[in-house]
């Protein structure tokens, strides 16, 4: 058995550095990795070298990883235990830390093909740099707002079925989950998602079957000028109302769908900083377009023109 001398420890931290890792061992964090392989902080003294060796191997698999299949605009990657991550590749090719975690299991039935389906969706997302959903308006008499109270006031009237909340899958923390989301909501609420920031959103109609959501401070430099001017809206856009995202997301339904929940009512208290706005549009089948996460809001500005964040659109 070798003697794991600080070399030694410093050998094998470095022969599983790769770029699909999630942590980067920069000369920093191989120090500190060393150090807690050799030392025991809490019981003041230095380890066994059994201890040594369990602690180093620790450390290891938790930080191997191997490429398993490359897209244009994700990879995956897995480390030991059937665990695979599905990580962005941003500008340059640079792998972010961020992933949706999906183990490979025969016990679970989870195969690597559930792998590739998930990154393939995942992939598509950031190719088309939009994500997108789908949603039925009965009656096209539409409620907006940043969120909507149950009768309690400590949860949210359209709630993620609690056998699914959880999930890495319906995480609104990666792209994948949020569409995954905007669809368990349509699915079992009749309600239209959009995850965007902290920001405040200007709702418009453009006509009866199209919804434009854009930010409430458009500005521009002119430099022909030297002034600061507004971005001039499209004629056809009726402004309907604006949200204030607290917390960082806007919720919509039909006025049918609302009544079934148990929820407030509209002119509550509770309301005072979240008060929904209401539209008339068309009844059917609207599609949700979200490129709030994928836009860059100034090359849009730069020459006067909208960003547009989402769009809803009626199909059918």
């Given at each position: ?118 990154a393939e969706a995942f992939n598509k997302i950031h190719s088309e740099k939009c994500v997108t959903g789908r949603v039925e308006f009965p009656t ?177």
């Open positions: 058995m070798e003697y794991l001398t600080a070399k030694r420890i410093t050998e094998r931290l470095q022969a599983i550095q790769n770029k699909y890792n999630r942590y980067t061992f920069d000369d920093d964090s191989v120090k500190n990795y060393t150090i807690f392989v050799q030392y025991d902080e809490k019981k003041k003294r230095y380890r066994t070298r059994k201890e040594k060796e369990s602690y180093l191997s620790i450390v290891c698999d938790q930080h191997y990883r191997e490429l398993v299949k490359e897209y244009s605009h994700v990879v995956i990657s897995k480390r030991k235990y059937g665990q695979h991550h599905i990580q962005i590749k941003g500008r340059g090719g640079k792998i972010y830390n961020d992933s949706m975690d999906l183990i490979v299991s025969e016990r679970m039935g989870r195969t690597i093909e559930m792998v590739y389906e998930k096209g008499n539409i409620l907006f707002a940043n969120f909507f109270k149950n009768l309690q006031e400590d949860d949210y009237a359209f709630e993620i079925p609690g056998d699914v909340k959880y999930s890495s899958e319906n995480s609104i923390n990666h792209a994948l989950g949020e569409q995954n989301t905007m669809k368990i909501l349509s699915d079992t609420h009749g309600l239209g998602y959009v995850q965007l920031g902290n920001t405040s959103v200007s709702i418009y109609k453009a006509g009866d079957d199209r919804i434009i959501m854009a930010s409430c401070y458009l500005e521009y430099y002119d430099e022909d000028t030297d002034k600061y001017l507004d971005v001039i809206m499209p004629k056809d856009w009726e402004l309907i109302g604006e949200v204030c995202c607290d917390v960082w997301r806007v919720e919509c339904i039909d006025q049918e769908n609302f009544d079934k929940g148990d929820v407030l009512p509209l002119d509550h208290k509770g309301y005072d900083h979240n008060k929904p706005i209401s539209g008339k549009v068309n009844p059917g089948t609207w599609t949700i377009k979200n490129r709030y996460h994928f836009m860059d809001d100034d090359t849009y500005i730069k020459k006067g023109l909208v960003p547009v964040w989402v769009e809803l659109n009626r199909i059918s």
